[in-house]
């Protein structure tokens, strides 16, 4: 009697390659927002868009807005003031200096600390899951907020750090159906990552706009919370990128308005 051979093992580059490939099956293909169409950035509570924006933005725990394309808004490498009970729960993960958790002070929010693969790993489970209600909400995209937090973390991380987890999760917004927004660090290239559109801060306050422009043309919307800002960008890019002025704390009832 002739015994079958069992089948040959994959060898550990084998695995690789098959991961990927499997990966790539199982993204959903995406679509980036309009290119400069009016955006309205809702983080601070929502209201029906006015008749001319087309592109709206909301927390996660927010329901998306009819009738738009939606961006759903995912704090990624920080943490949301309003969740500090559930970090409590998850100190290791938490960036620390000399035993005290690393703040962003600009937001009074903590750093995650995205310094080894298993906590990145780890990260990106927790995330990830939000990235996935946002998709079964029914947003269209998903942005990730600071992204460059390795800038405020007392030389604890690096640039490397914050790109791998990025990686992690631009990936698993894809897998989601997700198209996904580079928030900020205007000197990156995230589209070499996968990332498929940018969300910037103030680019015209501080002349950054068009470095966000050659990297993904009119895939750029960008908010300016002062009057110098927002005439610059208007005057520079105005007439190539979605531009809002919006009051710092994104009030519903706050300022609005587009080139």
């Known amino acids: 009697m002739v015994r079958a051979r069992p089948p040959r093992r994959a060898l550990p580059r084998q695995r690789v390659v098959i991961g990927a490939l499997l990966a790539a099956l199982l993204a959903l293909p995406v679509t980036p927002p309009p290119a400069n169409a009016d955006w309205d950035y809702q983080l601070g509570g929502a209201v029906a868009p006015a008749a001319n924006v087309r592109v709206v933005t909301r927390d996660r725990t927010q329901a998306p807005a009819p009738g738009v394309y939606d961006v759903c808004y ?57 990235i996935d209600g946002c998709a ?8 990730l907020d600071n992204l460059d937090s390795f800038s405020r ?29 580079q928030k900020n660090w205007a000197t990156l290239d995230g589209r070499r990552i996968g990332f498929d559109f940018a969300v910037a801060e103030q680019c015209g306050q501080y002349h950054e706009c068009d470095a966000y422009l050659a990297h993904y043309g009119g895939e750029v919307v960008d908010v300016e919370y002062t009057d110098a800002g927002f005439r610059w960008a208007c005057d520079h890019v105005g007439e190539e990128i979605s531009v809002e002025r919006r009051d710092v ?3 519903p009832g706050g300022v609005r308005a587009w080139c």
């Open 74 to 130: 995912v704090n990624a490498f920080q943490t949301q003031p309003g969740q500090r009970r559930f970090w409590r729960h998850h100190q290791r993960l938490l960036l620390h200096d000399h035993g005290r958790a690393v703040v962003d002070q600009a937001w009074g929010e903590w750093l995650l600390d995205v310094g080894t693969p298993a906590k990145r790993r780890a990260l990106a489970r927790i995330v990830g899951r939000w």
């Open 136 to 143: 079964r909400s029914g947003y269209q995209a998903v942005e």
């Open 153 to 181: 973390s007392h030389h604890l991380l690096t640039r490397s750090d914050d790109l791998a987890l990025a990686r992690l999760l631009v990936r698993r917004a894809h897998r989601a159906g997700l198209a996904v927004g």
């Open 249 to 251: 704390d994104l009030t």
